[in-house]
């Protein structure tokens, strides 16, 4: 029998492969000097997380409803239905109402997304997203109706048709949204039916009451359960 050969040593009489030393394998490195073995599995885990946040995001109510917002709308809201009533005619009257509609609009917009973020969502998040897309479709109905009602001569009617079209988008994105929310668009509609059974010089005070009582009222519950 020949002798044994040691350990890590090729037997006498071995030929060239055979006497070549062991090589042991090199660890390859990723460029950031991350094991190329270790780097596949770390990407991986963070696709993952993201797909596990975005999921979240997907899956979840929007809880980005700006309660003390609404409540500095409310009282916006009244200032103008004061400045509104004080106009002599019905065209400075109807620019003073599109005036503070587009000012609580973009403070609106502005105060989600602050809020979005203080509670780490992206604006654009699935809820938030949900929210506006249901919101906005009554919301522009509202204002293709203002622009036929206007030209036709019947501004009269236009109190209970704000009222009833932004009960009717809250109401619509309530689905995905808190409680006081949906109980908010409800209390809005019902306020414009009851607008149009009253009589067309309470217009200023009905809108004052909805824009300014009930946003402003609904907006502190929802600052107080549900975060400001």
Known sequence: MGEPSRPGTAPRGATWPDRA??????????????????????????EDLRYIRSTMESAGGFTSVPGWAMVWLGASAVVAAAVAGAQPDRDRWLLAWMVEATVAAMVAVLAVARKSRRR??????????????????????GAILTVALWMRGVPDLLPGTWLLAFGAS???????????????GLAF?????????????????????GFGGLLATFGAVIARRHGG
């Open 21 to 46: 030393p062991a090589r042991h394998p090199r660890t390859r490195r990723h460029p950031d000097g991350v094991p190329a073995d270790n780097a596949a599995p770390a990407q991986e885990a963070i």
């Open 189 to 209: 509609m019902a306020l414009g039916a009851a607008a149009f059974a009253l009589p067309a010089t309470w217009g200023d005070a009905i809108l004052a009451v």
């Open 170 to 184: 809250v109401t619509a994105g309530s689905a995905m949204s808190v409680v006081p929310v949906r109980a908010l």
């Open 120 to 141: 780490g969502l992206r604006v654009t998040a699935g809820p938030n997203r949900r929210f506006a897309l249901s919101f906005a479709p009554p919301m522009v109905t």
